[in-house]
């Protein structure tokens, strides 16, 4: 099964460590087990455009929807056996201990 993992920033997480908080050390980790789909950075939140269509009309505004101290900075997709495996495959990414990682399954059409 599939899972995307947001990678969010948080204000509270534990200080970010550049000798040990290393995302390409557990992307390799990853593919080397053949569970890594795709993932990438994300441009801050000042570079986002949100889209809704109200009374058919389409309406764009720049950046994200809501105010938060918060934001989605990137997201992988990884092959997991369930909800457990994808959890401690979270875990062990370097944003877990200095920001917040949210796990979601893929729901397919």
Partial sequence: MRYV???????????????????????????????????????????????????????VTDGPFT????????FDIIEADDLDVAVAVAARHPMARFGRVEVRPVWPF
């Fill in 67 to 74: 105010e938060s101290r918060e934001w989605i900075a990137g």
């Fill in 5 to 59: 993992l947001f990678i969010c920033t948080d204000p509270d997480g534990e200080p970010y460590d550049p000798d040990t908080d290393d995302p390409g050390s557990w992307v390799e980790a990853l593919e080397a087990d053949g569970k890594y789909v795709l993932g990438d950075r994300l441009r801050p939140v000042e570079d986002a455009t949100t889209v809704r269509v109200r009374g058919g009309e389409t309406v």
